[in-house]
Structures are given as structure tokens and as C-alpha cells.
């Protein structure tokens, strides 16, 4: 399948081809474990690299700038029946081609320069475009930041006491709820009463929980919020790109008009072709089995790791994702990442709450199972991936020798397990 589909590049440009080809192996050969990650499906994959690249389509279906526009208009009101029905919506915007161009679009749609928002801080697992100060919305707009509790019963969740003092302080316009690292349920009706009493709109980033939430597993914020933006990529499984819904018309308006002409020119069509086709996938039932063993998969990673001796931040997971605080093992993000990396497990070193090291050192990592739940890893095999992980972090206190062993043997596991679940079946 691979030298058929990819035939033409292999004659034309046998450089990039080789690229190519090496980074199917590495999915293949690796342990996908970067939580924002997944293995969209091959109709997803031929409908993102079809024709539809071709097109200009300005505007939105029915109302564009370009002639032409007859089958993308069909491909683009399918999509968007699709994803209406999914999350239980009245109005969406599919053109945003990224998540960050999405909520820059909310941004453009309801503040103006120097406008007061409140956001959930990257330290605390929050998203840089929520107000973090390298970013647009934290250099653009005055960027309030809440986080997490630091102990007591409710250690490392969201500190609603403080969202809500924090939001009465400074009147912000917009309040943002979601996350990048948090891998609990947030309480999307604690933040609509938080909003209600200052006035102000409830964004949802529902970006890592979009596809938990399609797969009926994490309460749906649509009804809660004022507007939700995710991407389509991570545990929705789809083509890489964004999407904006809301129940309210006025604003639906506005966030058109921010995203084209405000933002973006022509949106890709190719990309809402294969977010047309992922919708479709996520709509049967089938997904929400998927999604229900991604949970599972979590809860038991996270249980071994307990086992093992890792603190879990928030002691568990009611999601994709398991935020692994390395301090009692005396080891750092950066170093673990690597270890794994060099095994065969991909996994990003990422901040604890309050953690006492730089960003580029960090004493946590986070793991996510949707990946590889993608490709048929069931609740056994990640209580074998956490001991393998275990493992591997344990042996960096032990002799070169031992590690050395320890590593090899783990080696040849993952590639056990990676050749008994092929990414995709017609590839090899
Ligand atoms: C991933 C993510 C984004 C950004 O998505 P991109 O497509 O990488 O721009 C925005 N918000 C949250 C909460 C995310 O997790």
C-alpha cells in the first residue's frame, strides 16, 4: 500500500519519499505515547492528500468568492452536519486550520487589544494560547492566569475558589476553560457560574477531551459555553486541523467573520474533506468503544505506575491522559524523555504543578493513550508498557551494566508488541 500510494513521490522526489517512508517506520516501530497524538485512518489520510488541495474556496458554502465551488460546498455541509450532530450544536465554523488559529479567532471575534481575559496557566497544564507571555494572546491582551490547587485533599485540581476571586478581581470578557496536561473531568458548570456572576463569555478549549467527549465519556461543554474550540487531531482521530461551535447565533456571526476575512484567506478544503470523513468515523459506534478503551487503557497505566512508586498528578486520570510527577524517583523530565525515546516509547517531558525546575528540564512527563489504543493496545499490554517504563526509569539508578540490560530486553518487547499491532494493516 505504502509504494502504491505514495508511488509518485517515490519517482518524482525520491528525497522527500525517503522521509516519507522513515517516518511511517518510526510510527510503526515506536510506542506512541505523546498524548496529543493519534493514527488517523487511511480514508482520513487519502481525503487529506486528494484534489480537494486544489481549490479556492473563500467564503463560506453557498457565499463564496471563487466559481468552482459546487462539490467543496457539498464536502464542507456534510462536515458540518457531521460535527453538529457529534457534539450537539447548532452552529460551526470548520475553516480555522489549527486549534491555536482557532481561538485566536475567538479572540479577534469578542476582545479588542488590551481586553482582560482569564486563562488556566501552562504551568498547571493550560495551553500556551491561553494567555502564556510568548504567546499572541498573552502579548496582545492583559492575560490573567489561574491554576491548581498546591495541596491539601484537592491538591493539583483546578482551583475553582480562585478562578472565581481571580474573575471578580479583574472583570475579565472572556473566561477560558480546558486543557493541555489535565487529566481530569473540569466542571464546565462551575465556570458557566463563575461567568454569569462577572458578566463574562465562557470560552471552552475542549482540545484534548474532543474526542472523549464525541465518544459520549467527558461531559460535552456545548451547552455550558458561550463558544468551544478544539482541534480534530488528538482523540478525535482525525485530519490535523480546528473547528469552532457554538449554540449562539450572534456570536456564531462574529467568529465567521473573524475567521474569513479577519484571520484567513482561503480555508482547505482537502483538510474538511478528511475532517468530513474522520466526523463520519467518530459518529458510529464503534468510537465510543474506541474511546472507552482509551479511558480503561489510562486508568491502568496510571494504577502501574502507582505500583511502581511515580506520583500520579491528581493521583489518577479520568481521561487519555496520565501526568507522571518523577520526583520521587529523584529523576527529570528532560532525561526521562530521552531514555524512553531511546527504548522505543514516545512521550513528552512536560511541568508538574509548581514544579521547582525550568520548563526545558522539567520533573514530570505526560502520557497518553489514544495512540496506541488506535492500534489495538488493549488494558494488558499498557500494564506491560508501564512496567516497561518503570523499568527503564528505575534503571537509570543502577550500574551502566544493568542498564544496558535492562534496556535491550525492553527493546525487544516494544518491537514485539509493535510488530503484533501494525499501525495500519495495508501499509506492510
Ligand atoms: C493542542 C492544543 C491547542 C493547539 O492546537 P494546534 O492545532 O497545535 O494549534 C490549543 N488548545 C489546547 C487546549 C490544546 O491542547
Excluded at 221 to 249: C, W
Excluded at 257 to 282: C, T
Amino acid at each position: 500500500m505504502f509504494e502504491l500510494y505514495n508511488k509518485g513521490i517515490k519517482d518524482t522526489d525520491p528525497e522527500v519519499y525517503a522521509t516519507l517512508k522513515s517516518e511511517l517506520l518510526r510510527q510503526q516501530n515506536q510506542i506512541e505515547l505523546i498524548a496529543s497524538e493519534n493514527i488517523a485512518s487511511l480514508s482520513t489520510l487519502n481525503a487529506q492528500g486528494s484534489v480537494m488541495t486544489n481549490k479556492y474556496a473563500e467564503g463560506y458554502p453557498g457565499r463564496r468568492y471563487y466559481g468552482g465551488c459546487e462539490f467543496v460546498d457539498q464536502a464542507e455541509e456534510i462536515a458540518l452536519d457531521r460535527v453538529k450532530k457529534l457534539f450537539n450544536c447548532k452552529y460551526a465554523n470548520l475553516q480555522p486550520h489549527s486549534g491555536a488559529q482557532a481561538n485566536q479567532a475567538v479572540f479577534l471575534a469578542l476582545l479588542q487589544p488590551n481586553d482582560t481575559f482569564l486563562g488556566m496557566s501552562l504551568a498547571s497544564g493550560g495551553h500556551l494560547t491561553h494567555g502564556a507571555k510568548p504567546n499572541i494572546s498573552g502579548k496582545w491582551f492583559n492575560a490573567i492566569q489561574y491554576g491548581v490547587k498546591k495541596e491539601g485533599n484537592d491538591k493539583d485540581l483546578i482551583d475553582y475558589d480562585e478562578v472565581e476571586s481571580l474573575a471578580i478581581k479583574h472583570k475579565p470578557k472572556i473566561i477560558i476553560a480546558g486543557a493541555s496536561a489535565y487529566p481530569r473531568i473540569i466542571d464546565w458548570k462551575k465556570f458557566r457560574e463563575i461567568s454569569d456572576k462577572v458578566g463574562a463569555y465562557l470560552m471552552v478549549d475542549m482540545a484534548h477531551y474532543s474526542g472523549l467527549i464525541a465518544g459520549k465519556q467527558y461531559p460535552n461543554p456545548v451547552e455550558y459555553s458561550d463558544v468551544v474550540t478544539s482541534t480534530t487531531h488528538k482523540t478525535l482521530r482525525g485530519a490535523r486541523s480546528a473547528m469552532i461551535l457554538t449554540n449562539n447565533e450572534e456570536i456564531y456571526k462574529k467568529i465567521n467573520s473573524a475567521v474569513f476575512p479577519g484571520l484567513q484567506g482561503g480555508p482547505l478544503m482537502h483538510v474538511m474533506a478528511a475532517k468530513a470523513v474522520s466526523f463520519g468515523e467518530a459518529l458510529d459506534p464503534a468510537f465510543e468503544e474506541y474511546i472507552k478503551k482509551v479511558i480503561s487503557n489510562a486508568k491502568h497505566l496510571s494504577e502501574i505506575l502507582v505500583k511502581r512508586g511515580f506520583r500520579i498528578v491528581t493521583g489518577g486520570t479520568d481521561s487519555h491522559i496520565v501526568w507522571l510527577d518523577l520526583t520521587p524517583k529523584k529523576l527529570t523530565g528532560d532525561k526521562a524523555e530521552k531514555i524512553l525515546e531511546d527504548v522505543g516509547i514516545a512521550c513528552n517531558k512536560n511541568a508538574i504543578p509548581y514544579d521547582p525546575h525550568p520548563p526545558k528540564i522539567t520533573s514530570g512527563l505526560r502520557f497518553g493513550t489514544a495512540a496506541a489504543t488506535s492500534r489495538g493496545f488493549n488494558e494488558s499490554d499498557f500494564e506491560l508498557v508501564g512496567e516497561m517504563i518503570s523499568d527503564i526509569l528505575d534503571s537509570l539508578n543502577s550500574d551502566e551494566e544493568e542498564m544496558k540490560k535492562v534496556s535491550q530486553i525492553t527493546k525487544n518487547k516494544i518491537q514485539e508488541m509493535c510488530n503484533k499491532y501494525p499501525i495500519y494493516n495495508e501499509a506492510f
